[in-house]
């Protein structure tokens, strides 16, 4: 088990306040907005340049409707490339089982047609 450095944690708490942001589709102006905090504050938290008080982590939580441990979650797809990858995978999967199908069809409509 690795320790954790100071800085890697507040980099997986910034990356998981744009991630839990963005996926509701807010800008950090109304992010901001419904934590009843400025912009740049927020700002400043989400870089990773600046940190929270346990009040504030809880107003930060309940704004994006999570649980205060999301936040410190290690995300479970580590990238985009990630997703691209796994999009190709399952984009390739499909052609081939098509090309499979259709051959499969193919060699059955000949049989069938063989035999009227």
Known sequence: M??????????????????????????????????EISTNYLSEIETGRGWVSPFSLVKLANALEIEVFNLFEPQKVKSKETLKEISKYLEDFSTSLKISFDKSINTSMKKITKNL
């Not at 890697?8 to 901001?32: P, T, V």
């Open 2 to 35: 690795s320790i954790m450095k100071e800085a890697d944690l507040r980099n997986l708490f910034s990356q998981n306040i744009k991630r839990y942001r963005q996926m509701k589709g807010w800008s950090q102006e109304k992010l901001a907005e419904n934590m």
